[in-house]
């Protein structure tokens, strides 16, 4: 018989956060559906058919440190213990380092970092004194190889990165796993956002663009079941990437050649 797991999830109105929250309604899991816009989540939920039963959909706005441990005092008297919570929610917006706005910095690390921070911290000590639970963060190829013309994004998915694998190395006595997902880019509204913007044109130069669906596929069948620390999608680019962070002098090389490459494939 399958074991029927609680999975608390943030930014699930859309992109990959609605695309897992589906997958896992869809496997007969419980779900704690959460986004900081929550008309559209009411939306998505109704047209999307989650039953009532299995599925609680609240508003969570990720920077908010108090929200969060109200979501999760709902979530743990209703279903009891949560056994994965992931971190989905994210904020991107294109910029030159010589030209980002206060309110970037802020919403980058408030949402990207912070979000993630303030969520472990709400979750966490009831993973603790259980003994269980799994934690999954999902960062960005550009947690390894940082990407010109969206440098907070890169920086604040550093973060993520860094957090996770210290949060592992704290937690691993205490039968709580960490595992960071560091997909390439997926076709989301975050990506859509990027079209138009000439600093974004790196984010472009893959061979492809991956689904949604491919990176709920990993989460699921590969994050959730094996709980590796980290995880690269697709994994050729994941080693790409983690030789870019080792030779970091490579990307002054390549960097016009990749944007050029990127800027075409964004035209067309």
């Not at 779900?31 to 998505?44: E, F, N, S």
């Not at 039953?51 to 005092?73: C, E, F, H, M």
């Not at 000590?125 to 907070?152: D, F, Q, Y």
């Amino acid at each position: 018989m399958k074991r029927v797991r609680t999975f608390f999830v943030t930014g699930c109105a859309s992109g990959i956060g609605r695309a897992l929250a589906d997958a896992i309604v869809t496997r007969g899991d419980r779900l704690i559906a959460t986004d900081r816009d929550l008309d559209l989540l009411t939306k998505v939920a109704a047209e999307s058919g989650w039953p009532d039963a299995k599925v609680i959909v609240r508003r969570l706005d990720v920077t908010d440190a108090i929200a969060w441990d109200a979501v999760v005092s709902v979530a743990t008297t209703r279903f009891g213990a949560i056994d994965v919570l992931v971190n989905v929610a994210g904020f991107l917006l294109p910029g030159w380092v010589h030209e980002v706005e206060e309110d970037a910095v802020h919403r980058h690390f408030d949402v990207n970092v912070k979000g993630v921070v303030f969520g472990m911290r709400s979750m966490l000590p009831g993973m603790i004194e259980r003994k269980a639970g799994h934690v999954i963060n999902v960062a960005s190829l550009a947690a390894l190889a940082p990407i010109a013309g969206i440098g907070l994004y890169s920086a604040s998915k550093y973060a993520v990165r860094a957090y996770s694998i210290a949060a592992a190395q704290e937690l691993r006595g205490h039968g709580v796993a960490i595992t960071v997902v560091c997909p390439d880019a997926v076709r989301t509204p975050m990506l859509e956002l990027q079209r138009d913007y000439e600093q974004a044109a790196m984010t472009f130069s893959g061979p492809r663009v991956l689904e949604p669906e491919e990176v709920v596929r990993a989460i699921l069948e590969d994050a959730v079941e094996r709980r590796p620390l980290e995880l690269y999608l697709p994994a050729h680019r994941g080693w790409l990437a983690r030789m870019a962070d080792l030779m970091p002098r490579t990307a002054l090389v390549l960097e016009p050649i990749l944007r050029k490459r990127g800027r075409a494939k964004q035209r067309s």
